[in-house]
C-alpha cells in the first residue's frame, strides 16, 4: 500500500468513532492481503466483503473457516454471497438472510455498495442485524435491476 494511502486511511480512522470499510475488490485484497488483514484485525469496526473477497484474505478453505474468523475478531463482518444471500456475524451472533427471488438483473454495478448503504441504514438507525440485512439485500435488488449504479 503506498504511504500516502496509507496515511489517509490511518487519518479517517484516528478521526472516526467507529469505521466501515468494504474489502472491495479481490484483486486488491491479494494485493495488499497484509494491510487489509490487519485494518480487520486491529482498526475496522464494520467489514464488508463478499464471500471470495473474504476467503482470500485468510486463505479460507471453507465457507465455516470464515464464520470461525468472523467469531474470533469481535468486529461485525458482513459478508454478500451471491445466490445465497447474506450473512452478518457479529460476536457470537450470526443472522442470515436470503435473495429477493425473480429479478431481472440487468447489472451488478453498484450492488455492493448498495448493499452496504443499506445496511449501515438500518445499523445508524438502530434495526436488528437481520432487517440491516434485509435493507441491504432491498438497497442492492434494486440497483441491479437497471443499468448503472444510482439509484
Known sequence: MKVIQKKAFDKAISNANKVAMTLSDKFCVDRHKNHFLNLVKNDLDIIFANEDEISSLIDAKSFDEVISFGKKIKKQLIITRGEKGAISICSEKISEV??????????????????????????????????????????????????????
Open 98 to 151: 436470503g435473495i429477493i427471488k425473480d429479478l431481472k438483473i440487468i447489472d451488478l454495478t453498484g450492488a455492493g455498495d448498495l448493499f452496504a448503504a443499506g445496511y449501515l441504514h438500518g445499523y445508524l438507525n438502530n434495526f436488528s442485524q437481520e432487517d440491516c440485512l434485509k435493507k441491504g439485500t432491498e438497497m442492492a435488488s434494486k440497483v441491479i435491476q437497471q443499468i448503472g449504479a444510482r439509484l
